[in-house]
């Protein structure tokens, strides 16, 4: 998917209409767990540091320290620069590429850690770095979302599971779409081959344009929970 503004759309992979539901179905049905761990919400700077090191070397440790200094800067501009320059950060410095090159099996959601430290990942990885750099900047968390979309291919009918980080302005807000395909963040009524199926964050999951949450995302969303614990893991706290 897009890296730079000039770069050329990606080609995405159709899927059927079963395949999209058994995807879908798969990521919400994952198997509840009977302790859930309390989502990130800041980080310890030296724990990251070890852990970057320990798994990527000089190089990932070069991208972190970038991350750091990025949030640095933000933490004193409004919220339309922090968008702009955490979106930006992320689209230009990861390559997109599929789970199945990058990790060696399909659908594998990252932390930012990783995906920093890879320097590659995809759609969920995106969105993902994204929502936990915003929240450390303080932007609250009922906010932002990480919404789960069928995306149309060109101008056919075709559409690719894909996922993008909006940002609620109020809780009935239109949201604000943050996206690896497009370069520049668009109100989601502009993005018309976008169409939500669900969407989540550390709070809530909420189906389609539903205004109350469903679930726990902790308990309906295996593949969420499990980057929660590695994000601990790793230093964030």
Known sequence: MALMPDSPRPILSPLSRRQFLATVGALIL?????????????????????SMQQQYGT???AVLEAWFELLERLRRQ?????LRDVNDFFNRRIRWVEDI???????????????MGQGQGD???YSIA???????????GERLRMIYVRARIGRSQITQAHMVLGYYSTPSAEPLVLDN???SISPAS???????????NSEGLWAGGSSESRADPLARLSRWRSVVERMQSQGFI
Not at 78 to 82: A, D, E, H, L, V
Not at 191 to 198: A, E, M, Q, S
């Open 190 to 200: 502009q993005r018309t081959d976008l169409d939500p199926v669900f969407s989540f």
């Open 78 to 82: 409004g919220i339309q620069t922090q």
């Open 130 to 140: 994204k929502y936990v750099s915003l929240k450390q900047l303080d932007v609250p």
């Open 59 to 61: 190089s990932g440790l």
């Open 181 to 183: 395909i497009a370069p």
């Open 123 to 125: 759609c969920e990885d």
């Open 101 to 115: 090159h990058n990790w060696g099996h399909e659908d594998f959601w990252a932390t930012p850690l990783e995906t």
């Open 30 to 50: 994952g198997a509840g767990a009977s302790v859930f761990p309390t989502p990130a919400t800041a980080f310890n700077p030296q724990r990251l540091r070890q």
